[in-house]
């Protein structure tokens, strides 16, 4: 169990929403079946999903709507979401609910605890994590998730051959993560060129969001890196 008593890096930003009635019920009748609760006990994903197929984990899912796509096209995998804020879960589990999705799983909580004391190492096939809070502003930068520090706790988890997958589209944010990944000696980039950014992988689904951005012109780094 890995502690760490300096000022920590949560994966969010706390965000209050009004429920709706779907996702209400969502939580209501699917939590029990497909949600993890919280416990001080490691996570035992052969028992979560009576398999042992390979297991992502997307930090900060939001909707969850590209998370469910993912789980719905990929049925040989078992996906785990992390989520802080509530109705993006209501509606994550609603759609569980709707696909019938037997391999994802979701947790409502920081992310950033849970991997440092319930996920095992080398037990991750894949993490994920898209578009988190850019923190755009200069002096709030230290607050950005994805730091030497964090990337060193995910290698850990990941067993080797892994994939940890970021994007955003802050292109100063893409340039930090680019630096922080380069600079881990844990990871190597997965673009067979070097370069630190890759093309988007067809298993990510494009959101909304992220199409009005293109049509606009707004651009979207993907980094893609193996554990070594």
Not at 21 to 47: R, V
Not at 198 to 209: A, C, G, I
């Amino acid at each position: 169990m890995e502690t760490n008593r300096s000022r920590q890096v949560k994966s969010f930003v706390l965000r209050q929403g009004r429920l709706t009635k779907g996702q209400e019920h969502a939580l209501e009748t699917a939590w029990p079946s497909y949600g993890i609760p919280e416990s001080n006990q490691m996570l035992d994903f052969k028992t979560i999903f009576s398999n042992e197929q390979p297991v992502t984990l997307e930090i900060g899912f939001g909707n969850g709507d590209s998370l469910a796509q993912m789980a719905l096209a990929a049925p040989e995998r078992n996906f785990i979401g992390i989520e802080v804020h509530t109705p993006g879960v209501g509606h994550l589990l609603h759609l569980v609910q709707k696909h019938q999705l037997t391999n994802l799983r979701v947790m409502n909580t920081d992310a950033v605890e849970i991997i440092r004391q319930r996920i095992p190492e080398n037990s991750l096939d894949r993490v994920q994590i898209y578009f988190p809070d850019p923190w755009h502003k200069k002096k709030h930068n230290k607050r950005r998730i994805i730091q030497a520090e964090f990337v060193s706790l995910l290698a850990k988890r990941l067993q080797t051959g892994g994939l940890l997958h970021l994007a955003t589209d802050w292109q100063d944010y893409a340039d930090s993560m680019a630096e922080v990944m380069q600079s881990s000696p844990n990871f190597c980039t997965a673009n067979p060129s070097g370069e630190a950014f890759s093309p988007r992988p067809e298993f990510r689904p494009l959101t909304k969001f992220e199409q009005r951005g293109l049509r606009l012109g707004h651009g979207v780094w993907d980094l893609l890196y193996i554990r070594q």
